[in-house]
């Protein structure tokens, strides 16, 4: 038996929070975790796109979807797992690169843009950006990694650009402030200045960071 790929067209799914138009000052990509779908998580964004009417929020939504428990019930979405997994990091880059460049074409081109992953999200975040045209001025890694499996020239590459910022709650279930400061010196082997940033929560978002990451941008 041998393995073969086929690629193919298929329909991927993204939502948006606020009117692109010229006059579009910031642009926020923010990448969902595993097990979630991006209707949800692009609503704790919503209150920064109603605030700022130059603000829009882009939130794909990864290509392979799942039933949470089960054969029913809730859905959520992944952006890869172990098994084939670059051709599916190939994939979700297509996508992202291709959602990019339709949004951006209807920004100035000075508009500010943030590129937000969490959890599962920081790693395809990461990954994107080491193989886009696009060059954020903010990356916010919240409750996850920068991949160390891409190559130290590409991450020095990346990671000299913008402004990075590690978020992590206190009380995160998967990833400790001990972890978030070591990824944060890994980083700054790197070559980048990242901040870290902790607020009293589990594994989620929180608004006031939201509020306060928002604010020191305009």
């Avoid at 964004?45 to 009417?53: M, R, T, V």
């Avoid at 590409?154 to 009380?171: D, H, M, N, R, Y």
């Avoid at 972890?179 to 978002?205: C, D, K, M, N």
Wanted: aromatic share 10%; net charge neutral.
């Amino acid at each position: 038996m041998t393995e073969h790929h086929l690629a193919v067209t298929r329909t991927a799914r993204y939502y948006q929070q606020g009117a692109l138009s010229a006059k579009t000052r910031q642009v926020w990509f923010v990448c969902h975790g595993y097990g979630q779908l991006a209707a949800y998580f692009s609503r704790h964004f919503a209150f920064l796109a109603a605030a700022n009417p130059d603000t829009v929020i882009i939130a794909p939504e990864g290509l392979s979807r799942f039933y949470l428990q089960g054969n029913g019930g809730r859905v959520g979405a992944s952006w890869m797992t172990r098994d084939d997994r670059l051709h599916e990091i190939d994939d979700h880059i297509g996508f992202l690169n291709q959602l990019a460049a339709n949004v951006l074409a209807e920004c100035p081109a000075d508009v500010h843009i943030t590129v937000l992953g969490f959890s599962q999200g920081t790693a395809t975040v990461s990954r994107w950006l080491t193989r886009t045209p696009l060059r954020p001025h903010h990356l916010i890694l919240w409750a996850g990694s920068f991949p160390e499996d891409i190559a130290t020239a590409l991450a020095q590459q990346l990671l000299s650009g913008p402004k990075i910022t590690l978020v992590v709650g206190t009380e995160d279930e998967y990833i400790s402030v001990a972890q978030a400061t070591r990824q944060q010196e890994y980083l700054v082997e790197l070559g980048a200045s990242p901040q870290l940033i902790t607020f009293a929560g589990r594994h989620e978002l929180n608004r006031a960071v939201l509020e306060q990451l928002a604010y020191t941008q305009r």
